[in-house]
């Protein structure tokens, strides 16, 4: 089963989290949601995490949308 | 897209919850800046600093890094100079890693780079310290002996080149946990010495160290050098879970995201607790010479001397 498939990602937001190897994490969304709740939601404290979408930082105030990945960073790596 | 609230007109990249502001890049990097600022004056160091030698200790992780690119761009404002001394610790690829990118980090910015390998001044990597310690299980963390022989390496290295300060990468998520970690531990003098301050290392042979990042919260260095995009290394010492801190780390964290600004608070108290009983605490312990290697010590043998020493006699 293809994991990134656009059917695959419907009502779905991925959350992927580089940390040393990249694992995934999947929030059942709809519509739009704020990225706090959908951090708080996969059990990740904004305050330990860097956000990039598209390649771009981005706050966890920003929104995201059923179909759509973020990356998070944890914070501490390589301090 | 949400917008900065400083400017108004660029993304924000950070959202500094204790300070409910969003922040775009530039608007972060002056943030950053003006504390690093403020860091240094606090201790009385900033107007001092003209035509002084700086030596930043630097990782090749994002913190240290920060360090040596703002303390760089101010020594072109105030006038002194910046030297990097890089440690390589021997653990294996993350040390090599981590030297390929302080090497490119300073050649970019034409920093002249000191690369001092542990083995070669402590006659023990920490590769084999851990190998040794783990076989024997006495209660000794590799970090923990990771932390005194870099201090000890920074200090001579930094007497040899004749720096007046040396730098160290330390931000604020740091300082809290250490002072959590030494309340756990119920060690008040740990709690007197870390007190901010360059006072007490006024001794020829300590030079004084100061931490320009003291108030710049881990996440905000982080952002700060992903926007900068350096190339640090970006990876946990494969030691990291076994300390204390990993776990006092988690438990701030959540603190802070339930109720912001506690790191500040935590801080706060640290120094106000560390004042009030440093002249106490500190009264009896005279600074001594090690009677082994000559290097400043509150007792007869410095702790990196008590420590080669013990990790020699289990090894044999």
Known sequence: ?79 | MVLCDLCKADKAIIKVRYASLNLCRKCLFMFVERKVEAALKSVGVLDKLSGKLVLVAVSGGKDSTNTAYIIHRLSKELDFDVRVLFINEGIGEYSRRREKAVRNFCKNMKIECDVVDMRQEMGINIDEAAQILFKSGVSVKPCSVCGVFRRYIMNRRAIEVGADYVATGHNLDDEVQTFIMSLLRGDIRSIAREVYSIKRTIIEELVPRIKPLFLVYERESAVYSLAHNFNVVRAACPYAPLSMRYIIRKMVNDLEYKRPGTKYRILALKETIGRSIRDKVLKEEEIKKCSKCGMPSSREICRACELKEMLHNLAS
């Open chain 1, 1 to 79: 089963m293809a994991t990134d498939g656009l059917k695959d990602k419907e009502g779905i937001v991925i959350i992927r989290i580089r940390n040393g190897s990249i694992k995934e994490r999947r929030v059942r969304v709809r519509g739009k949601s704020r990225i706090r709740d959908i951090l708080l939601r996969a059990g990740i404290n904004p305050e330990e995490v860097v956000i990039i979408k598209d390649e771009e930082l981005i706050t966890e105030d920003d929104f995201i949308s059923e179909g759509e990945i973020i990356e998070v960073l944890p914070v501490s790596l390589g301090g």
